[in-house]
């Protein structure tokens, strides 16, 4: 058994509500995005998606479990709140975050840290590893800020790659 982490630059990632931006620009260091002032009842919002590099079954006799993901990120004035973690389409875990803001671009491999969410059991990967997440204009901070900005530096996964004959030569006995 050995483990790997595998991380995708925050400049790949993908908004789902364009829309409900005032702008977003992908730069060497991530991508950054600006919210409006929020000046209604409405909250802005908008999801965002990571698709991260997963290596499957590295030869017949070895299988690739997800055990978490980590989201590297700074939210002045919004926060991230939900977070799906897929296999390919299919749903793996749909946990609700912290709430997280403030920056958190360099805190990794903890599992003490609030932006590291790590899976209920292992899970073995069919497809690939695809990780949205949700981030509101945080309302505590008023109606009218202008500085309403979030930066994405990467988003990372945690895989253990185990060797199928690990668990039959433990069975057998001498």
Do not use: Q
């Not at 695809?130 to 008023?142: A, I, L, P, T, W």
Request: aromatic fraction near 14%; include cysteine.
């Amino acid at each position: 058994m050995r483990f790997e982490t595998v991380w995708v630059h925050g400049n790949s990632i993908r908004i789902e509500n364009p829309e409900n931006l005032v702008s977003y620009n992908t730069y060497g260091w991530g991508t950054d995005v600006i919210f409006p002032k929020r000046l209604t009842i409405k909250i802005p919002d908008s999801w965002f998606h990571a698709s991260v590099p997963t290596s499957l079954s590295l030869g017949e006799w070895e299988d690739t479990y997800l055990l978490s993901v980590e989201i590297l990120f700074l939210a002045i004035h919004c926060k991230l709140d939900k977070v799906d973690i897929y296999d390919g389409s299919h749903l793996i875990e749909s946990p609700s975050w912290r709430h997280l803001d403030g920056d958190w671009r360099f805190t990794k491999g903890n599992d003490d840290n609030w932006n590291k969410y790590i899976l209920s059991r292992p899970h073995r990967m069919f497809c690939g590893v695809g990780v949205s997440f949700h981030v509101y204009v945080d309302s505590d901070f008023g109606p009218t800020r202008d500085d309403v900005r979030l930066i994405v530096a990467s988003v990372g996964a945690n895989f253990m790659l185990k060797n199928r004959f690990e668990d039959l030569a433990s069975r057998v006995r001498p």
